[in-house]
């Protein structure tokens, strides 16, 4: 290995005239130097270290990366709402379903018949399912 100071010392002393072998020297360094560099720079593998323009790709890659994560949130987030109204909507029609059995079962109802009560619920559940599309839009 090159003494770096040694090499220092030798310029310093006739900076007009540089010898063979500390040219040689040098360029060793550098080759020495640059095969370090590359292997510290390599964090994804060896693979990369013939690619062109590297560190664009890398930079391009993690973007997508990143890109596809916020995408994957706005997914989950997305699913989590949808959960949450499919969840509302069950209580909504469970509610529907068993105020519609109050007044079935009530002294003074109607004698539509279990056919008619069940038909009367889904009714209830389709104009309420409408009045609520009517809120959103």
């Known amino acids: 290995m090159t003494d770096h100071t040694d090499i220092g010392q030798r310029l310093e002393k006739d900076k007009w005239h540089i010898t063979a072998v500390d040219a040689e020297d040098a360029i060793a360094e550098i080759t020495r130097l640059r095969a ?10 060896s693979q990369t270290t013939d ?5 664009k790709r ?3 890659i993690k973007d997508i990366s990143q890109q596809r ?6 997914l989950r987030a997305e699913a989590e709402a ?10 909504q ?3 529907t379903v068993w105020m519609t059995l109050q007044e079935a079962t009530a002294d003074d109802a ?3 018949g279990l056919d008619g009560w069940m038909r009367e619920a889904e009714r209830r559940i389709r104009d309420r399912a409408i009045d609520a599309t009517k809120g959103t839009t």
Do not use: H, I, Q, S
Request: with cysteine; proline share 2%.
């Open 93 to 95: 029609c469970a509610m």
């Open 110 to 112: 109607d004698d539509m």
């Open 58 to 60: 890398v930079a391009e």
């Open 51 to 55: 690619w062109p323009e590297a560190w």
């Open 36 to 45: 370090e560099l590359a292997a510290v720079n390599n964090e994804f593998g």
């Open 69 to 74: 994560w916020v995408e994957c949130e706005r």
């Open 82 to 91: 949808l959960r949450n109204l499919a969840a509302e909507e069950r209580d």
